[in-house]
């Protein structure tokens, strides 16, 4: 069976929510989804999973130190990664409060991994955001995203 690993950190629970409803979203395409937090997840996981989406709140701009962290770690498998999918999402205080560069730089570690990413032309571009707690869009727009990547998961696996 095909599995997706959702990564997240949280300090709130604001991006720990929206890591719930992702995976509501790929467990509504009967793929398998495990949800885990970053500082409990090694880099040599993302080598037995056909997907990973990626949450973290908004820090200066960028994602939080345990994200990174990870992505750094991943450096040793580059290249091992290549033609899996990927995805992200995140949360921050503030509209303009660096959602969009946040993802985008989870989304071009993928890249450089190799990794497929499929956006949206409806709602959020680039992956679901929050501004605080999630509210029904970001909701509906990460169940959307759980979604998205396990269907194109399961259509390239």
Not at 11 to 35: D, L
Not at 118 to 141: C, L, M, N, W
Request: charged share 30%; net charge positive; aromatic share 6%.
């Amino acid at each position: 069976m095909k599995k997706i690993l959702i990564i997240y950190y949280s300090k709130t629970r604001n991006t720990e929510e929206m890591a719930k409803f992702v995976g509501e979203g790929v467990k509504e395409e009967k793929v398998e989804v495990e949800v885990k937090k970053a500082e409990d997840t090694k880099a040599e996981e993302l080598l037995k999973a056909d997907g990973i989406i990626i949450g973290s709140p908004t820090y200066y701009g960028g994602m939080a130190a345990p994200i990174k962290e990870l992505l750094d770690e991943s450096v040793k498998f580059h290249g091992q990664l290549k033609g899996k999918i990927g995805g992200a999402f995140s949360s921050s205080a503030n509209i303009g409060g660096g959602n969009e560069t946040t993802i985008m730089d989870i989304l071009k570690a993928f890249l450089i991994h190799g990794m497929i990413i499929q956006g949206t032309p409806e709602g959020d571009h680039y992956g679901p955001v929050a501004i605080g707690a999630p509210d029904e869009r970001s909701k509906s727009q990460c169940k959307g995203l759980g979604r998205r990547i396990a269907r194109l998961v399961k259509r390239l696996g």
